[in-house]
């Protein structure tokens, strides 16, 4: 309503003040939502390009979006149907080829020599926590990442950039900022994080 100045009067009219409230939409009571991520798996696509941008910094936004791209698209070629990489992840066999087909994209299109690797067969086979992060001690540095499956606590594809006595730090998609050793193992775990031998992989830059 207008005052006699012709402005609005902003005073609350008795009708106005006991008019009832609308209730505002909120959150209280609405389940979190999911965040992307929790409902995919395609952590395993993200290492991969993760490791490689950390080693080749010369790829961009850009062009990690165009190598994502490239590798959803090769999906098929590697035995793996992109809608179940989708909601299941990747295996490990499917990665490893994965991996390579980045390596291959990288060396085409800029010239950078990446390497992929499995542990050696002797030490896959190793159930002791301390061969395993002695391992990783030796082959961590500033040309060479490692990317891990985790299982247990976490059921995730991930990548190791640094090593210490007591953790592993960690460059990952999702939450995870590093790995304590004290909540590692290489055997069977539903409250720690699992490691496997014959899942993990390093890449590194010639």
């Not at 609350?12 to 003040?17: E, I, L, N, Q, V």
């Not at 809608?83 to 390579?100: K, N």
């Not at 800029?110 to 301390?130: E, S």
Request: one cysteine or more; aromatic letters at 6%.
């Amino acid at each position: 309503m207008r005052d006699a100045t012709g402005g609005f009067d902003v005073r609350r009219t008795d009708a106005m003040t006991n008019a009832p409230k609308r209730k505002r939409p909120g959150l209280r009571g609405s389940p979190k939502p999911f965040r992307q991520g929790d409902l995919d798996g395609l952590c395993g696509i993200y290492s991969t390009i993760n490791a490689i941008r950390l080693l080749a910094p010369e790829v961009d936004r850009a062009a990690a979006t165009r190598l994502f791209s490239h590798l959803m698209s090769e999906l098929p070629k590697i035995g793996a149907r992109p809608e179940e990489v989708v909601t299941e992840g990747l295996w490990r066999r499917a990665l490893e080829r994965l991996l390579r087909l980045a390596a291959r994209k990288m060396a085409d299109e800029y010239d950078v020599v990446l390497k992929v690797a499995r542990m050696p067969k002797p030490l896959r086979r190793n159930t002791r926590l301390d061969a395993l992060w002695t391992w990783l001690s030796n082959n961590l540095s500033h040309t060479s990442v490692v990317i891990l499956a985790l299982s247990g606590r976490h059921s995730h594809w991930t990548v190791a950039v640094e090593i210490s006595g007591h953790q592993i730090y960690l460059l990952d998609s999702g939450d995870l900022r590093v790995l304590r050793r004290c909540n590692c193992t290489v055997g069977h775990a539903k409250k720690r994080h699992s490691i496997s031998p014959e899942w993990v992989f390093v890449v590194t830059r010639r």
